[in-house]
């Protein structure tokens, strides 16, 4: 059945081929489109290839990309990312591996030329990116496939359970699953063998701090305008700013650090602060004000250092949630809404923990402000030590891998 669906599968994508390629030809894709046509060939005998999807799956992956580069010293690294924004924050870390190169397009000519260009011994996805035509090219050529940090959501379980005969097409390429949770672990468990089944820890707890040259020089830049206490609200969506906003008006505390998931929305968030009567200013444009709007890529982690407890977006409406670990590795007491399916797992983990609050209103997230002001210490401390138990994770990996080599006559 899953050759089957693999062959329906290519001849879908011979049909959609003008339209896949016409995706492409936008501005921001044509660079990448370019790359993905012509992907340089590698001459080292011994390629690792890893790969992910986006910014945060990027983020996910470093710990790992750097301690597969301490633990595998003979091997080439390759990573590859599918998103225009993913790859570029990833430049950012390009030293960390031997070539960074854009994620191919799931279309069979453009799979067999990443194929024959890098003939890797070994294929790590990390966190999300399921493209069949690859994870099935890969399989046929025998190459081990690891999925890293596997997320699988309660919606994602619920919607394979009606397509179940889907599941084999989707999942059977992996030889080895590490789940991102144990809850993750519990839904994969319903459609693959337990035996290719483990549970590592989750890659975003080992996710490191930003230098602490560049909290410092951050701290430096901004403190003159921010007062104590500093709220953070991360990753946030239309829906919740209002929200959050509406509470700290009422707070009449300190300062409030806003950061929309997307930042070409940071001009409309502000002139939000700005009708609720509060000073805004943009994080490119600093000058007091009550509350900051970021309008930039890639600092809502650093900027978690300067606040003293946060908010993590996606949860007010129902996205789903976001990356909960970030605040916590900076010892921050997080609060959230009820919108948690795609992080469920970590936020019961932290919520039994006593570091998440989790609020449904307004008035239900002035209280658990208050009460998180009024007990800070205490529960900044608890969240730092949760965070020092979640490290380590990627050696783990790293000994899985040695594994998977060593039964392919490698190491």
Same mark, same amino acid.
């Given at each position: 059945?899953?050759? &089957?669906?693999?062959?329906?599968?290519?001849?879908? @994508?011979?049909?959609?081929?003008?339209?896949?390629?016409?995706?492409?030809?936008?501005?921001?894709?044509?660079?990448?489109?370019?790359? =993905?046509?012509?992907?340089?060939?590698?001459?080292?005998?011994?390629?690792?290839?890893?790969?992910?999807?986006?910014?945060?799956?990027?983020? %996910?992956?470093?710990?790992?990309?750097?301690?597969?580069?301490?633990?595998?010293?003979?091997?080439?690294?390759?990573?590859?990312?599918?998103?225009?924004?993913?790859?570029?924050?990833?430049?950012?870390?390009?030293?960390?591996?031997?070539?960074?190169?854009?994620?191919?397009?799931?279309?069979?000519?453009?799979?067999?030329?990443?194929?024959?260009?890098?003939?890797?011994? %070994?294929?790590?996805?990390?966190?999300?990116?399921?493209?069949?035509?690859?994870?099935?090219?890969?399989?046929?050529?025998?190459?081990?496939?690891?999925?890293?940090?596997?997320?699988?959501?309660?919606?994602?379980?619920?919607?394979?359970?009606?397509?179940?005969?889907?599941?084999?097409?989707?999942?059977?390429?992996?030889?080895? *699953?590490?789940?991102?949770? @144990?809850?993750?672990?519990?839904?994969?468990?319903?459609?693959?063998?337990?035996?290719?089944?483990?549970? +590592?820890?989750?890659?975003?707890?080992?996710?490191?701090?930003?230098?602490?040259?560049?909290?410092?020089?951050?701290?430096?830049?901004?403190?003159? +305008?921010?007062?104590?206490?500093?709220?953070?609200?991360?990753?946030?969506?239309?829906?919740?700013?209002?929200?959050?906003?509406?509470?700290?008006?009422?707070?009449?505390?300190?300062?409030?650090?806003?950061?929309?998931?997307?930042?070409?929305?940071?001009?409309?968030?502000?002139?939000?602060?700005?009708?609720?009567?509060? =000073?805004?200013?943009?994080?490119? &444009?600093?000058?007091?004000?009550?509350?900051?709007?970021?309008?930039?890529?890639?600092?809502? &982690?650093?900027?978690?250092?300067?606040?003293?407890?946060? +908010?993590?977006?996606?949860?007010?409406?129902?996205?789903?949630?976001?990356?909960?670990?970030?605040?916590?590795?900076?010892?921050?007491?997080?609060?959230?809404?009820?919108?948690?399916?795609?992080?469920?797992? *970590?936020?019961?983990?932290?919520? @039994?923990?006593?570091?998440? +609050?989790?609020?449904?209103? =307004?008035?239900?997230?002035?209280?658990?402000?208050?009460?998180?002001?009024?007990?800070?210490?205490?529960?900044?401390?608890?969240?730092?030590?949760?965070? @020092?138990?979640?490290?380590?994770?990627? %050696?783990?990996?790293?000994?899985?891998?040695?594994? *998977?080599?060593?039964?392919?006559?490698?190491?």
């Amino acid at each position: 059945m899953a050759d &089957r669906l693999v062959q329906l599968y290519w001849l879908s @994508q011979v049909l959609t081929t003008p339209l896949l390629l016409g995706s492409q030809l936008k501005r921001r894709r044509r660079r990448l489109l370019r790359a =993905r046509l012509a992907p340089p060939s590698i001459a080292h005998p011994k390629v690792i290839w890893v790969h992910t999807l986006s910014v945060g799956e990027v983020e %996910a992956a470093l710990p790992l990309l750097k301690a597969l580069k301490e633990g595998l010293p003979d091997y080439f690294l390759l990573f590859t990312v599918t998103t225009a924004a993913g790859f570029n924050h990833a430049q950012k870390r390009a030293s960390l591996v031997d070539l960074l190169w854009p994620g191919p397009l799931d279309w069979w000519p453009v799979v067999r030329r990443y194929l024959r260009a890098f003939h890797p011994r %070994a294929f790590i996805l990390v966190e999300s990116d399921l493209w069949p035509g690859l994870l099935w090219s890969l399989k046929r050529k025998g190459i081990p496939l690891i999925w890293a940090n596997a997320a699988f959501s309660s919606r994602s379980a619920r919607r394979l359970k009606k397509l179940k005969f889907l599941a084999p097409f989707l999942l059977g390429p992996f030889d080895y *699953v590490a789940a991102a949770s @144990q809850g993750d672990a519990r839904r994969l468990a319903t459609f693959l063998p337990p035996e290719k089944i483990s549970y +590592f820890g989750n890659l975003k707890g080992e996710v490191p701090r930003p230098s602490g040259q560049k909290v410092a020089s951050l701290k430096k830049e901004l403190e003159p +305008f921010l007062k104590r206490p500093v709220l953070i609200a991360g990753s946030t969506h239309a829906g919740e700013e209002e929200v959050i906003l509406a509470a700290f008006k009422e707070l009449k505390r300190g300062s409030l650090i806003l950061c929309p998931r997307h930042p070409e929305r940071a001009k409309a968030v502000k002139t939000l602060a700005e009708r609720e009567g509060m =000073r805004a200013c943009l994080r490119t &444009r600093p000058q007091p004000a009550e509350v900051m709007v970021v309008d930039t890529l890639g600092e809502l &982690r650093a900027l978690y250092a300067l606040a003293d407890l946060a +908010f993590v977006g996606g949860t007010l409406v129902p996205v789903g949630g976001h990356n909960l670990l970030e605040p916590l590795a900076w010892g921050r007491p997080i609060l959230v809404g009820p919108y948690l399916e795609s992080v469920a797992d *970590v936020a019961r983990l932290l919520k @039994q923990e006593g570091v998440l +609050f989790e609020v449904a209103s =307004r008035e239900e997230l002035v209280r658990s402000w208050r009460y998180v002001l009024e007990h800070l210490c205490p529960l900044q401390k608890k969240a730092t030590i949760l965070y @020092q138990k979640n490290r380590n994770i990627s %050696a783990k990996y790293v000994k899985l891998l040695k594994k *998977v080599l060593t039964s392919q006559g490698e190491e």
